[in-house]
């Protein structure tokens, strides 16, 4: 699931446990999509051992690394914004050394080396490990990549540091990768085939996790649902398998039930799913476990059967109005967002029109609309003209953008009257008299401080709403806590 980009922009901060050894301060800045902040917390991992501190003040850094979004070309024009802010720093800092990680690195590799003279560093998202090798060639005054993609690296070994965290959420990484290779996506490109991580390491860092006081996890991935582990190995090579790793072999639906189990007093939730591939078993284990959270991000980007056959999206309106149908009959309660594209090439009036029904017929309960930005290198940008005018693009996009807070706050007034349950996360942003923290349906809740704390469970009338928050008052601790 992706964040905007004023959202996404933030400099991560942590004192390792090594800060007694550390000599070197290392300042990260992530951008974009949610494995991007957890990829984030890997690099920090792999170089506090190397020696370096992480901190949130630029003008300390000796190391500054920038993990890049590469999804919109918006994103990348932000990034090439800030550089020139490293720029500065670096001439009252000259042994500072900058690095470019993530998608932008792996999409245009040289090019940042060649246009960015400020860049020395670009790494790709499977060559983190190779992160010390490289700062010893900058070091010595040398260019480095290293953007080769992999077909095995998951990071499963690598134990996060939890970067900015609030000590409640963190994200757990299931698997890296797409092979969707929907036409307007750079991520196949960027972050290579699907692969899974070994389920062992995954529970591991889930009871670690809660060992240390975390409360909630989201399972992580470009597409959790292709999750599917059998010893190794890549997704398409599934059908090689013997039969004994076929019989054995572990789907996210398997996955999804053993991490509930594993912590049951955990909330669980995960992130991104595909209609194409999300089962209706994925949906029943959801039902079975209370720890499971009700809200599913099922990115649709189009209503129209012509776009999503044109974006090779692997299913139909039609048959994603039946998933969705499947999920209110099993999971009556479950929010659902939403991902949509406005002007994709040879979008006409009607096929904007299809995807205005296709929010009525569904009601969101939130979602991440923008207008399409072609990604060279992709299918579309190879094959297919940008030919929907820029400003009927923003037209459409203004009225779907318009339709979905109509259903956000249809959905929210859904939530009046009731009590939930909240996992308080931290002080809320207009008021630091109220907390804030998020129910089962992942709708933000504030309440007034009282005598709670972060990380309680804690039951909450909703009295009052907005579109996009719910406003209550706090009745007692839930038997969570």
Not at 84 to 105: D, F, I, Q, S, W
Not at 172 to 191: A, E, H, K, L, Y
Not at 306 to 319: K, P
Request: proline share 3%; glycine share 6%.
């Amino acid at each position: 699931m992706e964040k905007t980009i004023d959202e996404a922009i933030q400099g991560s901060t942590l004192q390792t446990e090594n800060k007694n050894i550390n000599k070197r301060n290392l300042y990260i800045e992530s951008y974009g999509c949610a494995m991007n902040f957890s990829d984030s917390e890997i690099v920090a991992s792999i170089l506090a051992t190397e020696g370096f501190n992480t901190t949130q003040n630029l003008n300390d850094a000796d190391l500054v690394l920038v993990n890049t979004c590469s999804i919109r070309d918006k994103a990348e024009q932000t990034i090439r914004k800030r550089l020139t802010e490293y720029n500065k720093v670096k001439k009252t800092r000259p042994h500072l050394k900058v690095g470019v990680l993530g998608c932008m690195a792996e999409r245009i590799k040289d090019k940042l080396l060649d246009e960015e003279k400020i860049v020395d560093m670009v790494v790709g998202p499977d060559a983190y490990k190779d992160l010390p090798n490289l700062i010893k060639e900058v070091d010595s005054g040398r260019d480095a990549v290293n953007v080769i993609l992999s077909k095995d690296e998951t990071y499963g070994d690598v134990a996060p540091i939890r970067l900015n965290s609030n000590g409640v959420t963190a994200f757990v990484s299931i698997t890296r990768g797409c092979d969707n290779m929907c036409t307007f996506c750079v991520v196949p490109f960027t972050r290579g085939r699907e692969r899974s991580r070994d389920p062992h390491s995954i529970l591991e860092e889930i009871n670690e996790l809660w060992q240390k006081g975390y409360k909630e996890i989201t399972l992580l991935g470009q597409n959790v649902d292709s999750y599917l582990w059998y010893g190794g190995g890549l997704k398409k090579d599934f059908e090689k398998a013997s039969e004994m790793q076929k019989a054995t072999a572990i789907t996210f639906s398997n996955l999804l039930e053993m991490a509930a189990l594993a912590q049951p007093k955990m909330r669980i939730r995960f992130s991104t799913s595909n209609p194409q591939d999300m089962t209706l078993d994925v949906i029943k284990v959801m039902a079975k476990y209370n720890n499971i959270c009700n809200h599913i991000h099922l990115p649709v980007q189009s209503g129209s059967n012509r776009i999503l056959s044109e974006m090779n999206r692997l299913h139909t309106i039609e048959e994603y109005f039946k998933l969705i149908d499947d999920i209110r009959e099993i999971l009556p309660d479950c929010a659902i967002s939403q991902d949509i594209i406005s002007g994709f090439p040879t979008e006409t009036e009607e096929d904007h029109k299809a995807t205005l029904k296709t929010l009525d017929y569904v009601k969101y309960d939130f979602g991440y609309m923008y207008a399409y930005s072609e990604r060279p290198g992709t299918m579309a940008g190879r094959k297919m003209k940008d030919d929907v005018p820029e400003s009927v693009k923003k037209r459409r996009l203004s009225e779907i953008i318009a339709l979905q807070r109509e259903h956000c706050r249809y959905r929210t007034e859904k939530h009046l009257g009731k009590v939930q349950e909240v996992l308080i996360e931290g002080p809320s942003k207009k008021s630091d008299q109220q907390w804030m923290g998020r129910n089962s349906q992942s709708t933000v809740v504030v309440f007034p401080k009282e005598k709670y704390q972060i990380g309680d469970f804690v039951n909450v009338k909703i009295n009052d709403c907005t579109s996009a928050t719910l406003i209550g008052e706090a009745i007692g601790h839930s038997p969570n806590n």
